[in-house]
């Protein structure tokens, strides 16, 4: 009987033994053995990630499929403590006129009956620029505008692109003209968030602080210029009664 006490003993200590052991690791932080950590530790899910191999398992099903996925509607980005910036990741308040779901495809999309392009003539950069973030600010949107708008509207915004050269489109417009020059800088953000004409919408391809660095830059080559309303002449004075 003590010998079945002992060899029980024996056993229980050496197992005990064997899990401690098991347990160490070098690292101090680790917690040692764990069991079933995905109960209670689940991997992250992030876009552009490939999930068809997960902590060495391999799932050939799901190495073809896209893990990236839209965002949900309306959802707004947040980062950072400063107003103006955090203003920036608010979405644009001003809505598509209704036209654009059949010249844009904005279907699905909140429109107005208003003429917003209009309104947005009192819209200012809310791009906040001073003496000591201007050559940061116009060097990002002169990167922008090189990439995204150069081919069409030309490397000194007059129309004439690579893309208008050839053929491909015409019609684009010369920021250096008066009347272009003195559209206000809240109509050129409608006006590249939402396309104009034959351009579509950038605001999938460039964020609100992205248009507006643009805009800031399109402003050293193509000053504001103030829109004089064209008036009649004045009607000659009446002449004088005679004595």
């Not at 839209?70 to 707004?76: F, H, Q, S």
């Not at 608010?90 to 003429?115: I, M, Q, T, W």
Request: glycine letters at 8%; charged letters at 25%; hydrophobic letters at 35%.
């Amino acid at each position: 009987m003590k010998r079945n006490v002992f060899a029980i003993i024996g056993t229980s200590a050496l197992t005990l033994s064997l899990l401690m052991l098991n347990s160490c690791k070098s690292d101090a932080d680790s917690p040692g053995f764990e069991y079933a950590p995905d109960m209670y530790r689940t991997p992250s899910i992030e876009p552009y990630v490939d999930y068809g191999e997960v902590r060495g398992r391999i799932d050939e099903s799901k190495k073809v499929k896209l893990s990236a996925r839209i965002p949900a509607r309306n959802t707004i980005p947040y980062y950072g403590t400063d107003s103006s910036e955090v203003k920036l990741m608010l979405p644009y308040f001003r809505k598509p006129n209704v036209a654009f779901r059949e010249s844009h495809g904005l279907y699905g999309v909140d429109v107005s009956l208003a003429d917003e392009y209009t309104l947005a003539l009192a819209d200012k950069n809310l791009l906040a620029m001073n003496a000591l973030n201007a050559e940061k600010l116009i060097g990002k949107g002169k990167e922008l505008f090189t990439a995204m708008c150069q081919h069409c509207h030309g490397e000194q915004g007059d129309g004439q692109g690579p893309m208008v050269k050839s053929g491909a489109y015409n019609g684009v417009p010369n920021y250096k003209d008066a009347d272009r020059a003195s559209k206000s800088d809240g109509q050129w953000f409608y006006s590249i968030y939402y396309g104009k004409g034959m351009m579509g919408a950038h605001r999938s391809l460039l964020s609100k602080e992205e248009i507006w660095s643009v805009i800031h830059y399109l402003r050293t080559i193509a000053p504001r210029v103030e829109k004089v309303e064209a008036t009649s002449p004045a009607a000659p004075a009446a002449p004088a009664p005679k004595m």
